[in-house]
């Protein structure tokens, strides 16, 4: 692609329509299928450090933290995830299962990723980011594909695919993807027990029903083992949690269908609706849990006469838990069946065609925790020219209650009280949580200054409210399980508030007609405040020092040949204070060689510049470093 061509490629994450990049009022970046091809990544997670403003840490050889603009953890639970609009947020936890998203990187056609709120759209939970990975049409992957490779880090792994087409009307594409990845080294060079084993298979398939309907099928079934560090308390009168190593397993599968009935290139209607189904045995967390979710979606699109783009929506999820807990920690009640009802509306006014745009939306949701809530967004871009533009946008956005907020039980440790009594100290859920609170307001510039450049620039100011806090609870007796014993509890309370403001900076510079650059710069500062009645005095150092206030990257691609090509993505971390994790810079590089039009061989080698670095600490878990890696690849298309 040219640079122009980058600058205008359609996106649909920001309004539910198609739009061009370059007249987006969001933050926006698309990692393209063309970057997917060029990056050494074998996964979703590793893909997302080349967008500036997206914290990628990982945790261990299987989990990641992943956030946008900052409050970065396990379960960023402010960062909402889709897969081709189907919602990935897990209500139990916040957040997403990254594990669940090991598609054949083959298959994406786009990540589109917005840093910012997309509430006003997406709905509760897209509070700071999010994030669409769209999946290739089957009419796209006709034909067989073979992909196989190894290396010290990434054992073995391999994708099977066919597409082809079923009369004239159909095209399908079904495909097998297995991996076995080792372990991670721990801060004393010990094996870390966190191996990954996962096998997937799933299928697509496109349909043309008449001149103006479509209908889209697709599926996925996966099982994983993945190695874990889990902690237990053994006994209500154990001092404290101990920790081993253990083997957790997750399974699960999803189907979604999408029918569109087009009117005409100006009016479309689209239904969708989906089903998904997982367990995980999860010892990390030491609860089992299955889980049942149901999604249906209705969206209606109109261009009223040349000045107006119209859309609006109704949606509806039931989601049925059935957990397991123990001693250590579990869910009360352990069974909950949650709905949600939502519905959006968004009008796209040209105040001056082709230069003047006002964007107004606002999604209305009722949840079982909190009832309903509103998130409004007025947007507005401004394009003088064709070669750059300025935009502006104030938008609202919440996080509602998840399980783990309103009804989780933890055990921690006891300590004798008076008279030999046990004093158990506990985290208990607060069934009266309320949602946390943004309100956003961001500003930003783009610009193509020649055909071999153009830059990208996003600031915000974020004012945040209600947010979590873990607070002392009145102590009670507990007679079960025995023996008798006090319970010290502290639960959550919404008594944080506070801002953030950052910046971020991406250009695409083409250097020759073989050579490009990718620099990449991002910056954030929080700060937050308790309420006068909270005795919270952890929450705001943790919030504040949890992520890096520095994030840079520079990413090359040189042709070397017509066959040959050469790619290196150098990553500046900065540090993290408040779990003492220091800054880093890792180097990944990949050399591709096309052997004709159908094989491509491929040499990747990833964290080159130190063997073995600290991204992320867990609270509560034993760290483990990323190591330096090798593999090589072969991949066949006939």
Same mark, same amino acid.
């Given at each position: 692609?040219?640079?122009?061509?980058?600058?205008?490629?359609k996106?649909?994450?920001v309004?539910?329509?198609?739009?061009?990049?370059?007249?987006t009022?969001?933050?926006?970046?698309?990692?393209?299928e063309?970057?997917?091809r060029?990056s050494?990544?074998?996964?979703?997670p590793d *893909?997302?450090?080349?967008?500036p403003g997206?914290?990628?840490?990982?945790?261990?050889?299987?989990?990641w933290?992943i956030?946008?603009?900052?409050?970065? $953890?396990e379960?960023?639970?402010?960062?909402?995830v889709?897969?081709?609009?189907?919602?990935m947020?897990?209500p139990?936890?916040?957040?997403?299962?990254?594990?669940?998203?090991?598609?054949?990187?083959?298959?994406?056609?786009?990540?589109e990723?917005?840093?910012g709120p997309g509430?006003?759209i997406?709905g509760?939970n897209?509070?700071?980011? +999010?994030?669409?990975i769209?999946?290739?049409?089957?009419?796209?992957?006709?034909?067989?594909l073979?992909?196989?490779?190894?290396?010290n880090?990434?054992q073995?792994?391999?994708?099977?695919?066919?597409?082809?087409?079923?009369g004239?009307?159909?095209?399908f594409?079904?495909?097998?993807? %297995?991996?076995?990845?080792d372990?991670?080294?721990d801060?004393s060079?010990?094996?870390?027990?966190?191996?990954w084993?996962?096998l997937?298979?799933?299928?697509?398939?496109?349909?043309?029903?008449?001149?103006?309907?479509?209908?889209m099928?697709?599926g996925?079934? #996966?099982?994983?083992k993945?190695?874990?560090t889990?902690?237990?308390?053994p006994a209500i009168?154990?001092p404290?949690l101990?920790?081993?190593?253990a083997?957790?397993?997750?399974s699960?599968? #999803?189907l979604q269908?999408?029918?569109?009935?087009?009117?005409?290139?100006?009016? $479309?209607?689209?239904l969708?609706?989906?089903y998904?189904v997982?367990k995980?045995?999860?010892?990390?967390?030491?609860?089992?849990?299955?889980?049942k979710?149901?999604?249906?979606d #209705?969206?209606?699109?109109?261009?009223?006469?040349e000045?107006?783009?119209?859309?609006?929506g109704l949606?509806?999820q039931?989601s049925?838990?059935?957990s397991?807990?123990?001693?250590?920690?579990?869910l009360?009640p352990a069974?909950?069946?949650?709905?949600v009802?939502?519905?959006?509306?968004?009008?796209?006014?040209?105040?001056?065609?082709?230069?003047?745009?006002?964007t107004?939306?606002?999604?209305?949701?009722?949840?079982?925790y909190t009832?309903?809530?509103?998130?409004?967004?007025?947007?507005?871009?401004?394009s003088?020219?064709?070669?750059y533009?300025?935009?502006?946008?104030?938008?609202?956005?919440?996080?509602?209650?998840?399980s783990?907020?309103?009804?989780?039980?933890?055990?921690?440790g006891?300590?004798?009280?008076?008279?030999?009594?046990?004093v158990l100290?506990?985290?208990?859920?607060?069934?009266?949580?309320?949602?946390?609170?943004?309100?956003?307001?961001?500003?930003?510039y783009?610009?193509t200054v020649?055909?071999?450049?153009?830059?990208? *620039?996003a600031?915000?100011?974020?004012?945040?409210?209600?947010?979590?806090?873990?607070?002392?609870?009145?102590e009670?007796?507990e007679?079960?399980?025995?023996?008798?014993? *006090?319970?010290?509890p502290?639960?959550y309370?919404?008594?944080?508030?506070?801002e953030?403001?950052?910046?971020e900076?991406t250009?695409?510079?083409?250097v020759t007609?073989?050579?490009?650059?990718?620099p990449?710069y991002?910056f954030?500062r929080?700060?937050m405040? +308790?309420?006068?009645?909270?005795?919270?005095?952890?929450?705001?150092?943790?919030?504040?020092?949890?992520?890096p206030? +520095?994030?840079?990257?520079l990413?090359?691609h040189v042709d070397?040949?017509?066959?040959?090509?050469?790619?290196?993505s150098? %990553?500046f971390?900065?540090r993290?204070?408040?779990?003492?994790?220091?800054s880093y810079t890792?180097?990944?590089?990949?050399?591709?060689?096309k052997?004709?039009?159908?094989?491509?061989l491929?040499?990747a080698?990833r964290?080159?510049?130190?063997?073995?670095h600290l991204? #992320?600490?867990?609270t509560g878990?034993?760290?483990t470093?990323?190591?330096?890696s090798?593999?090589?690849? +072969?991949?066949?298309?006939?």
């Amino acid at each position: 692609m040219n640079i122009e061509d980058l600058m205008n490629i359609k996106v649909t994450s920001v309004s539910k329509t198609e739009q061009k990049l370059s007249r987006t009022a969001a933050a926006i970046s698309v990692i393209t299928e063309e970057d997917i091809r060029r990056s050494s990544a074998t996964n979703i997670p590793d *893909l997302l450090r080349m967008v500036p403003g997206v914290d990628v840490a990982q945790i261990d050889a299987n989990t990641w933290a992943i956030s946008a603009r900052g409050l970065n $953890d396990e379960f960023s639970n402010e960062l909402l995830v889709l897969l081709d609009g189907r919602n990935m947020y897990t209500p139990t936890f916040g957040g997403v299962l990254w594990g669940q998203l090991d598609l054949p990187l083959e298959n994406i056609e786009r990540i589109e990723v917005i840093r910012g709120p997309g509430g006003s759209i997406w709905g509760a939970n897209a509070v700071n980011g +999010v994030i669409n990975i769209i999946t290739k049409e089957a009419s796209e992957t006709r034909g067989g594909l073979l992909v196989s490779g190894g290396g010290n880090l990434n054992q073995g792994f391999g994708t099977a695919q066919f597409g082809g087409g079923l009369g004239n009307d159909t095209n399908f594409r079904v495909y097998a993807k %297995y991996f076995n990845q080792d372990h991670s080294p721990d801060v004393s060079g010990q094996n870390a027990g966190d191996g990954w084993h996962s096998l997937r298979g799933g299928f697509r398939t496109d349909s043309t029903l008449s001149e103006k309907d479509s209908l889209m099928l697709q599926g996925d079934l #996966f099982t994983e083992k993945e190695g874990e560090t889990a902690v237990f308390l053994p006994a209500i009168t154990s001092p404290g949690l101990v920790t081993i190593h253990a083997e957790a397993g997750e399974s699960g599968g #999803f189907l979604q269908s999408v029918w569109k009935h087009t009117y005409s290139k100006r009016s $479309d209607t689209t239904l969708s609706a989906s089903y998904s189904v997982y367990k995980s045995d999860d010892v990390l967390n030491s609860f089992v849990e299955g889980r049942k979710t149901f999604n249906l979606d #209705f969206q209606d699109h109109a261009a009223w006469g040349e000045r107006q783009d119209f859309v609006w929506g109704l949606g509806y999820q039931y989601s049925a838990s059935r957990s397991q807990g123990n001693i250590t920690v579990g869910l009360n009640p352990a069974n909950l069946n949650t709905q949600v009802f939502s519905s959006f509306i968004q009008d796209e006014i040209a105040l001056i065609p082709e230069r003047f745009y006002l964007t107004v939306g606002a999604k209305l949701e009722h949840n079982y925790y909190t009832g309903f809530s509103a998130m409004p967004s007025v947007r507005v871009t401004v394009s003088p020219s064709a070669r750059y533009s300025v935009w502006a946008a104030i938008s609202r956005a919440e996080r509602t209650p998840v399980s783990t907020d309103t009804a989780i039980r933890k055990n921690f440790g006891s300590t004798p009280g008076p008279g030999g009594t046990p004093v158990l100290s506990s985290l208990i859920g607060n069934p009266q949580f309320k949602n946390e609170d943004l309100i956003a307001y961001e500003l930003g510039y783009r610009a193509t200054v020649s055909k071999r450049l153009s830059i990208d *620039l996003a600031a915000y100011y974020n004012d945040y409210d209600h947010q979590q806090t873990i607070e002392s609870s009145p102590e009670f007796l507990e007679t079960t399980p025995a023996p008798v014993h *006090l319970v010290m509890p502290v639960t959550y309370q919404n008594l944080m508030h506070g801002e953030a403001h950052g910046f971020e900076i991406t250009a695409k510079w083409k250097v020759t007609e073989r050579w490009t650059l990718s620099p990449g710069y991002d910056f954030e500062r929080f700060h937050m405040h +308790v309420g006068p009645t909270s005795q919270d005095i952890g929450t705001v150092i943790d919030t504040e020092g949890s992520d890096p206030h +520095v994030h840079a990257s520079l990413r090359s691609h040189v042709d070397l040949s017509t066959t040959l090509a050469w790619d290196a993505s150098a %990553y500046f971390v900065d540090r993290v204070t408040f779990q003492a994790v220091p800054s880093y810079t890792r180097l990944d590089t990949q050399l591709s060689w096309k052997c004709g039009e159908r094989l491509t061989l491929s040499l990747a080698g990833r964290n080159l510049l130190r063997d073995r670095h600290l991204e #992320f600490v867990e609270t509560g878990n034993d760290p483990t470093l990323v190591k330096r890696s090798a593999y090589a690849k +072969v991949m066949w298309s006939f």
